[in-house]
């Protein structure tokens, strides 16, 4: 079945998007779209049969369906860039929210302030923000969430589907594949081999995005409000919305109302302090 609407492509810079023609989109299973891998690097066969996603055995980052080993280093952080980049045009092409979280939402928080002093002064540049705003150098993953109606329309409409985009990194282009985990329908946290509830997939690389689904817990002892995610983090909506509009690796994204207030809470203080990065 082939999704009746095609999405814009974009050229993908450093700062913007451009809309040139349509990317084909369709939709598939991974051994249709998977261009040169011909064993199953999957841990498929160790993990337990409920389990949905399969990390791969040399990496727990990589979809071991599309690769047979890592990246190096600069290759992988050009790999990164582009599924952040695809992913938040594709995600704002379609009307979908999504935001930052996690180690993410934390590279981001210790890039944002790109300033220069000028007259004495501290200015904000807005080319650096453009700039500076990205993915930590030692990060391999990407963490976003949905809300529960989203994740919904995701599965409904959109479940393996295959978006073809161009780059100026990568002028031959290359597929992302949006695949959600049928269990996404189960919301209790009791499902604990499943999670993550969608991936986007660099078909290319087997880099991916875990998408995470925040859904509002009705018998929360804390009463009304609150949400969850099935991987155990817990927080009320007024900590997430009304989300925040700011720039990702160069692209238009969103993150949570009080980000500050939700990273303290995930890793300490010293995560908002502390210079020096401690494995």
Same mark, same amino acid.
């Given at each position: ?33 998977? @261009? ?25 980052? #990589? ?17 990164? /860039? ?47 923000? @453009? ?33 073809? #985009? ?17 269990? #996404? ?57 009304? @989300? ?9 994204? /969103? ?25």
């Amino acid at each position: 079945m082939h999704l009746g609407r095609l999405l814009p492509a974009c050229i993908l810079t450093s700062f913007s998007l451009g809309a040139v023609l349509p990317p084909q989109i369709r939709d598939a299973d991974s051994s249709s779209v998977r @261009l040169k891998h011909l064993k199953d690097m999957s841990g498929k066969a160790g993990d337990p049969p409920e389990k949905y996603f399969h990390e791969s055995i040399f990496h727990p980052h #990589y979809d071991g369906r599309f690769a047979e080993t890592t990246l190096d280093y600069i290759e992988q952080k050009r790999a990164l /860039k582009n599924l952040v980049q695809t992913f938040l045009a594709t995600f704002n092409d379609l009307g979908v929210e999504t935001w930052l979280v996690h180690g993410t939402l934390l590279g981001w928080w210790w890039n944002k302030k790109a300033r220069r002093k000028a007259n004495g002064c501290v200015i904000t540049s807005f080319y650096q923000e @453009l700039t500076d705003q990205k993915i930590m150098p030692w990060d391999s993953d990407i963490d976003v969430q949905v809300s529960e109606p989203s994740i919904f329309f995701l599965g409904t409409y959109y479940n393996m589907s295959v978006f073809h #985009y161009a780059t100026p990194r990568i002028p031959e282009g290359r597929d992302y594949m949006l695949e959600v985990n049928p269990h #996404y329908v189960n919301r209790e946290q009791t499902d604990t081999m499943n999670v993550i509830d969608a991936r986007w997939i660099d078909t290319e690389s087997g880099l991916f995005i875990d998408i995470t689904t925040a859904r509002y817990n009705l018998t929360h002892p804390q009463g009304e409000g609150m949400m969850s995610c099935k991987d155990g983090h817990e927080f009320r909506d007024t900590y997430i919305f009304p @989300l925040r509009t700011t720039v990702f690796e160069g692209v238009s994204a /969103k993150i949570p109302y009080r980000y500050e207030a939700l990273l303290r809470a995930e890793y300490g203080e010293s995560a908002l302090t502390e210079t020096v990065f401690n494995k």
